[in-house]
């Protein structure tokens, strides 16, 4: 190929790649728009795309508003602050006992180490609604539905095989001479695990850790039926009950959208080169 | 970079205090030299003592329920403490098998399915192509596709229920502004229109994920066998069918899966962008399960329900870890 047909392709390419990024933008623009506009703005027709005065007013609102914010407002806050608890929670317990478990699976030959990994991974294709009837029987045995820890407990039913399937193929990248030559100066296996393999593997880590508390973030079934007031109710649960009521609070709605889209976007953003290495590790293998 | 040595200095603490503790540190071999404890027996211990935490966490909250809840579907069984249940054997199962709303919910439910996996495995698939042109631009795209992927599915779900606002909705005004519609449309009114468009919200929220793991993918491909193919006269078409493709089955094959079994399930986006409706047009299997159990309070007819949808995802999954976790072992 020559240098300018080279170029002219190029250019082509490009031009492709316009309307993939209006396909992604324009509605992340659109709730960029609803979040600064007024409710009456947003309820003209004609529809005027940007606002004449837009404004952060909708986020002090939710975000700093005193004694005369709305309930829904205050309420917000409150389940942003579950759904941190919660996520954090649900991503070290998974983080540790996952790499535990998972070094172990790819790493030291014990009985039934075979059946224990099909299991574990075998666990991650089954749907949360079958299992959210007895869940919530012996959550309420236990007197802890409405709480975080419900939320927790019943999470890690997904983060844990997932994050037991992501570490171990982490795991499975290190080359095993190191581990051979640790184990020859007189390592124990745990010595192995905590000095020579969990510090090379701390990009897995970080990956694993993400995926996970992106899942826990998302998750909207389990919150939806195990918690039913502030006390635990999670961010995704009070948008959803925001389209329970009319355009009135579209607004909010938006607004509460956009912050509950923060902190996974942001995390994303940032850490996006192990988003990609966790996808590739995850589904891309041999 | 910075991360990756903090890690590192945070670990070594913990690892020291990890040695304190007698049976993490020297006292393993301590104990395989005085009681000469074969390898094979010590593998067994330190393995099943790794394994054991996540192991019974895992039995407590995902292998005592999905037994419960197999138990449970054998039983005229209802949300009321004061009820009675009544073992009534197969009649949950055999009632849904001879019930018309179950068979049409699983129909819509394989459609939804079908049409979402296969766009987004078409569109991904494109825009991995792309991506893997390196055209202008090509990082900013693929970091691009991180936002519709990392946003959380119900904030996805809210914001294309307000674009579709039969009212006010965005959608409705860039039509009309553009002159392809002359009204606003109820666009979520016709129960097949209504879930074209969810299945369109879950493919924006989606294709990124196809997009990112094919882009990789073709990432790793060699060059050189095109670059031979091309050399021999083969146009870029064919090199595509006949050499990229064929090396990109295994990645098409895990995406295939793992959405299939989630499109499969699929709840959140539904209930958020129509409940279901309009008249039941977009109630899946999981939402009908939903309905069932906690609209309609019946556990024993739900719990059924849900188990058939285990069941179909177990079958999936078994594909899955048969054909994908090792591909080497199946070669």
């Known amino acids: 190929m020559t240098n300018r047909s080279k170029m002219v392709s190029r250019f082509g390419y490009f031009l492709l790649t316009i309307p993939v990024l209006l396909f992604i933008y324009l509605p992340v623009a659109w709730l960029l728009i609803s979040s600064t506009s007024t409710r ?9 795309w940007i606002p004449a005065n837009p404004s952060l007013q909708n986020y002090s609102d939710i975000l700093f508003s005193g004694s005369e914010a709305s309930d829904a407002a205050i309420v917000f806050k409150t389940t942003l602050r579950n759904s941190f608890v919660v996520a954090s929670s649900v991503t070290a317990i998974s983080l540790f006992f996952g790499s535990l478990a ?21 666990t991650r294709m089954i749907p949360e609604i079958s299992l959210v009837i007895p869940l919530y029987i012996i959550a309420s045995q236990l007197r ?12 890690l039913s997904f983060t844990l095989p997932f994050a037991i399937w992501l570490m171990a193929s982490f795991f499975e990248t290190i080359p095993i001479e190191l581990e051979d030559a640790a184990r020859i100066d007189g390592c124990s296996w745990l010595e192995t695990l905590f000095k020579i393999i969990l510090p090379i593997s701390s990009p897995g880590l970080i990956s694993t850790g993400l995926f996970v508390f992106l899942l826990a973030w998302d998750e909207f079934f389990f919150a939806l039926i195990f918690t039913s007031n502030e006390a635990a109710k999670t961010v995704p649960v009070a948008i959803a009950e925001f389209t329970g009521r009319y355009v009135v609070d579209i607004t909010a709605m938006m607004t509460g959208g956009v912050l509950a889209a923060l902190p996974p976007v942001i995390l994303a953003l940032v850490f996006q080169r192990y988003i990609v290495r966790g996808l590739t590790a995850g589904a891309v293998k041999g | 970079m910075k991360i990756i040595v903090n890690l590192n200095k945070g670990l070594k603490p913990l690892a020291q205090a990890v040695n304190a503790i007698p049976i993490f540190g020297k006292y393993m ?28 966490i895992i039995l407590a909250v995902t292998a005592q329920p999905i037994l419960s809840t197999f138990y449970l579907s054998f039983f005229d069984a209802s949300t009321s403490p004061n009820l009675p249940r009544e073992f009534i054997g197969l009649e949950n199962y055999t009632d849904l098998m001879t019930n018309r709303v179950f068979w049409a919910t699983i129909q819509r439910t394989l459609y939804f399915m079908v049409v979402s996996v296969g766009l987004e495995l078409l569109l991904g698939m494109g825009i991995a192509q ?35 606002n039969a009212d006010y909705g965005a959608l409705n005004a860039l ?49 050189e066998m095109e670059e031979a193919a091309a050399v021999d006269g083969a146009n870029a078409w064919q090199r595509f069918w006949r050499i990229r493709l064929p090396l990109l089955r295994p990645a098409i094959l895990v995406i295939l899966i793992i959405r299939s079994v989630e499109a499969f399930r699929v709840f959140d986006i539904v209930y958020v962008v129509t409940n279901g409706g309009p008249a039941f047009g977009t109630v899946t299997a999981s939402y009908l399960t939903y309905q069932e159990t906690f609209t309609y309070g019946k556990l024993g007819s739900g719990a059924a329900l849900s188990f058939m949808i285990s069941v179909v995802t177990l079958i999936v999954a078994f594909f899955y870890i048969r054909f994908l976790y090792r591909p080497g072992e199946n070669a």
């Open chain 1, 40 to 48: 009456a703005e947003l309820l003209t027709v004609p529809l005027d």
């Open chain 1, 144 to 155: 802890i539905l409405n709480t975080p820890y419900v939320l927790i407990a019943t999470y």
């Open chain 2, 130 to 164: 792309l991506l893997h042109t390196r055209p202008f631009g090509w990082q900013f795209l693929r970091i691009s596709l991180i936002i519709p992927w990392a946003l959380p599915t119900i904030v996805n779900g809210a914001m294309w229920r307000w674009i579709y």
């Open chain 2, 29 to 56: 071999q301590r104990t395989s030299k005085s009681t000469r404890l074969s390898l094979q027996a010590q593998n067994n211990r330190i393995g099943w003592l790794l394994v054991l935490p996540s192991l019974l």
């Open chain 2, 175 to 223: 039509l009309q502004q553009l002159g392809i519609i002359k009204s606003y449309v109820p666009w979520l009114i016709d129960p097949a229109r209504a879930m074209n468009l969810v299945i369109l919200a879950d493919i924006w929220h989606t294709v990124p994920f196809v997009a990112l793991v094919l882009q990789a993918a073709l990432a790793t491909l060699p060059a």
């Open chain 1, 102 to 122: 998972a070094y172990a699976l790819v790493r030291i030959q014990f009985r039934f180490r075979k059946g224990l990994l099909y299991g574990i991974l075998g």
